[in-house]
């Protein structure tokens, strides 16, 4: 991993001349430079088939220069990263500035549908997203355990690369650490995003207003019940993947759709009750959905009945919940459906005047339950 001794292949006892040695042939003579030639400045390339990160690759010396030229600069290249700075500047764009922070833990780190790489890229744009604003960079921050390997790594930042060309949304600056073996749990990252809002646009969860309709992009419950199959060693005849995906696009298509736009929010810990909660409590009212409405796939539905869960309270990494003037949904329904990831949104329930802003449902026996705030940890390390 680190850099050859540049005078090693000069130490051999027949380079160094005897006086008492006949004279060498021509032949061997025009051999011998050719023989001692060393590339200069030669450093051995990192092996990432066999390798594993060491504390070296964090000490900020030349092991770690090394790592950061052959996999994390040449997986996320772009105009910033090549300029070697310790930050990425560039020219603040018109209208009011976003960010977003966002730490990753999940375990597994590998997952049907997606990676901790990818999902680091899809959650903070999607937080940047909520906003209304469009992403524009990203920052990622890497806490590496001591014995990971740098397959899993490489394999790791290559996903983030392709997340962040795929979504439009460069890398531009970031940051390497590593801990001691059992210290860590393989990798976490951390990602900071920036965006603009355009002009007109405010979103916010205070705004909603009883009246309002809810609506969410689509079926529930997919990534968490993805992470909890593959820890259980659960198998169904399709298999669940992860619905972890970057959601500006979605968010750019309705926007025009739906002037009266209160608030977008993705549910992902503590899933759509969590959400719901939260944006009853910023605005002060109350909320009323309908379980019949609330899509969820079947074998969603019948992995968190074996497992005990609530697909309520479990986490999306890949859909969004809209509030909006009750004359805009039929229209923002329309405009989602029409992108690839709201093509299942559905109108789930509406906002009401209630003084103790509770969240109540109403279920498929006719009767109506308050859902309330997730108690405890039902999914840990989820994202």
């Keep these: 991993m680190g850099n050859r001794d540049e005078g090693s292949a000069m130490n051999d006892d027949h380079s160094i001349p005897r006086s008492d040695a006949a004279p060498a042939a021509p032949a061997a003579q025009a051999a011998a430079p050719a023989a001692r030639k060393v590339r200069t400045g030669y450093v051995r390339p990192i092996d990432f088939r066999h390798g594993r990160v060491d504390m070296t690759h964090g000490s900020g010396g030349r092991a770690m220069a090394q790592l950061i030229d052959e996999l994390f600069a040449r997986a996320f290249d772009n105009e910033w990263l090549r300029q070697g700075n310790d930050q990425a500047a560039f020219a603040a ?24 790489g990818c999902l680091s890229v899809h959650g903070t744009i999607n937080d940047v997203a909520m906003a209304g604003a469009t992403p524009l960079y990203l920052a990622a921050g890497f806490v590496l355990e001591e014995g990971f390997p740098l397959a899993d790594l490489k394999r790791i930042v290559e996903s983030m690369a392709a997340a962040a060309r795929d979504a439009g949304v460069p890398v531009v600056t970031g940051d390497t650490k ?35 309709a809810i609506l969410v992009s689509g079926m529930l ?63 002060g009212c109350g909320m009323v959905i309908r379980e019949a409405a609330v899509p969820v796939r079947p074998q969603v539905a019948a992995a968190c009945e074996f497992l005990g869960l609530d697909p309520l309270y479990v986490a999306n990494e890949g859909k969004l919940v809209a509030i909006c003037a009750p004359e805009d949904a039929a229209p923002l329904l329309a405009a989602m459906r029409a992108h690839p990831l709201g093509r299942d949104a559905a109108i789930i329930g509406s906002c ?20 309330d705030w997730l108690t405890g940890e039902q999914l840990p390390r989820i994202c």
């Design 221 to 283: 419950g997919d990534h968490g019940v993805a992470i909890m199959s593959l820890r259980e060693n659960l198998s169904f005849e399709t298999t669940i993947e992860s619905d972890t995906a970057a959601l500006h696009g979605l968010v750019a298509a309705m926007l025009p759709a739906a002037p009266g736009l209160r608030a977008l929010r993705d549910p992902t810990r503590g899933g759509l009750a969590t959400t719901l909660n939260e944006l009853a409590r910023q605005s």
């Design 178 to 212: 590593v801990v001691e073996k059992g210290k860590g749990d393989g990798v976490f990252i951390t990602t900071t995003g920036v965006g603009v809002v355009p002009a007109g646009v405010e979103l916010s969860g205070d705004r909603a207003r009883p009246g309002d």
């Design 352 to 371: 009401i005047e209630d003084p103790h802003h509770f969240v109540q449902m109403d279920t498929s026996f006719g009767g109506r339950r308050v859902v």
């Design 93 to 116: 764009p018109a209208g009011r500035m976003v960010m977003a922070t966002d730490s990753h833990v999940v375990s597994p780190l590998f997952f049907p549908g997606g990676d901790i």
